[in-house]
């Protein structure tokens, strides 16, 4: 069984950076898709990125690329997202998801393994 937990969230000041990390136990990162995805109140859940088993592929939500930088160290078992020039529309509980074997996936109904979430608040 995959467990992952997520931290990095915080309050940080529109522009600003924070990186995310989720730990993965249960199976190896290097042998699953995994993918960061973002949740406001009453809204459904957003994938922001993904990435391959191999780590070369990734993809982006438009409303983060070019802000936003999915990677993972195998080694550790850890996903990190590091999320630059952040703006208020960026507030929302970031959850790490894992699937073992599958293509990488933007879509939240791909991915059997969530995490707890990790809280992002971005003010002016």
């Known amino acids: 069984q995959v467990q992952l937990v997520e931290s990095g969230g915080g309050p940080v000041q529109a522009g600003g950076s924070l990186r995310l990390s989720c730990t993965a136990s249960g199976y190896p990162t290097s042998m699953m898709c995994m993918g960061w995805f973002r949740q406001t109140p009453g809204k459904v859940r957003e994938g922001v990125a993904t990435?391959?088993?191999?780590?070369?592929?990734?993809d982006y939500a438009d409303s983060v690329k070019g802000r936003f930088t999915i990677s993972q160290d195998n080694a550790k078992n850890t996903l990190y997202l590091q999320m630059n020039s952040l703006k208020p529309e960026d507030t929302a509980m970031y959850y790490c998801?894992?699937?073992?074997?599958?293509?990488?996936?933007?879509?939240?109904?791909?991915?059997?393994?969530w995490g707890q979430g990790t809280q992002v608040t971005v003010y002016s």
């Open positions: 998801a894992a699937q073992p074997g599958r293509y990488p996936s933007l879509q939240s109904h791909e991915y059997s393994s």
């Open positions: 990435i391959a088993t191999n780590g070369r592929w990734t």
